[in-house]
C-alpha cells in the first residue's frame, strides 16, 4: 500500500483572474512540509512577499486524518475544541509588505503520545472591514484594493507533529516485482531524494516521500535496475540503495 501523505500540498486557491495585469502580491510559504519534533514545542516559519504589492494573508489551520485505505480527510478547528490538542498558527493574519517577510510562530497543544498532521493554509485576501486586518478605514491605502480583480494564489502546507518520545524502525523488503518499505515507528518516515534508475546514467526526476506510522511504502519495479534514497528518521540521515538482477 502506498502511503505517502495523499493530496496533501500544493498550489490551493485561483481566487480570480482579469484581462488588466495589476500589481500583485507573490506569497512563498518555503517548505510545503514542516516538522515538529518531539522535543520541541513549536517553530518559526517565515512568509514572504516578492510581489509588487502588500500581502494580506488570512491563515487557516485543518486537522487531516489518513484512514486505513490511505484516504485523508481534512476537519476545520472548531472554538468548542478548546485549547487542547490543537494546531495554533499566530498571527492568523499577516500583512507582508512588496520585497519583505514576515513570521508565523507554529505551536502546538495537547497531548502528544501519537503524531498529530494538519494542513496550515496562507491565503491572500482582499482585505475588507472586520476581517481583522485593521484596514476598515481604508483598505486603497496600503494599495490592497484597485480597479478590476486580481489573481491571488494561496498555499497550503503540511505540519507533522511528532510524539514526544520518537521511534523509528524501518524495514526494507526486496521483492521480485519491487521494493517495499515499511514503517515500524510511531511517527512518519521521510524518503528523500528517491532516484528510481533504468539504468547507471539514466534516473528518473528524484522525489519525496512520506511513509505514515504503521504504513508500508510500495516501489514498483517497471523496468528499473536501481532504486536508491535517503531514509530521514528524525534527525538521523542514512542512504540505501537496491539492486534488480536482470
Known amino acids: 500500500m502506498n502511503t505517502a501523505l495523499p493530496s496533501l500540498l500544493g498550489i490551493l486557491l485561483a481566487v480570480a483572474s482579469t484581462s488588466a495585469v495589476h500589481a500583485q502580491p507573490d506569497i512563498g510559504i518555503g517548505s510545503l512540509y514542516d516538522y515538529l519534533p518531539g522535543a520541541s514545542s513549536s517553530i518559526v516559519k517565515p512568509i514572504r512577499n516578492s510581489g509588487s504589492s ?3 494573508v488570512r491563515v ?34 499577516l500583512i507582508v509588505p512588496p520585497g519583505g517577510m514576515r513570521s508565523v510562530r507554529v505551536l502546538y497543544v495537547g497531548e502528544r503520545s501519537r503524531e498529530h498532521v494538519f494542513r496550515v493554509r496562507f491565503t491572500p485576501v482582499e482585505p475588507g472591514r472586520g476581517d481583522g486586518f485593521g484596514q476598515e478605514e481604508d483598505a486603497d491605502a496600503a494599495g490592497a484594493t ?8 494561496g498555499y497550503g502546507g503540511i505540519v507533522i507533529v511528532r510524539p514526544e518520545q520518537e521511534q523509528y524502525r524501518t ?26 534508475c533504468k539504468t547507471d546514467e539514466h534516473c528518473l526526476a528524484p522525489v519525496k516521500k512520506h511513509v505514515l506510522p504503521g504504513r508500508t511504502q510500495f516501489f514498483k519495479r517497471e523496468g528499473l535496475s536501481e532504486i536508491r534514497f535517503d531514509v530521514v528518521e528524525g534527525e538521523k540521515v542514512s542512504d540505501k540503495e537496491f539492486r534488480f538482477a536482470g
Open 54 to 56: 502588500t500581502g494580506f
Open 60 to 93: 487557516d489551520v485543518r486537522r487531516i486524518q489518513v484512514d486505513d485505505a490511505g484516504n485523508s480527510t481534512e476537519t476545520e478547528l472548531t472554538a468548542g475544541e478548546g485549547w487542547r490538542d490543537r494546531l495554533i498558527v499566530s498571527p492568523s493574519r
Open 146 to 153: 484597485t480597479a478590476g480583480v486580481r489573481m491571488l494564489v
Open 171 to 196: 524495514d526494507f523488503v526486496q521483492r521480485t516485482d519491487g521494493l517495499d518499505v515499511i514503517n515500524h515507528g510511531n511517527t512518519t518516515l521521510i524518503l528523500d531524494n528517491v532516484y528510481a
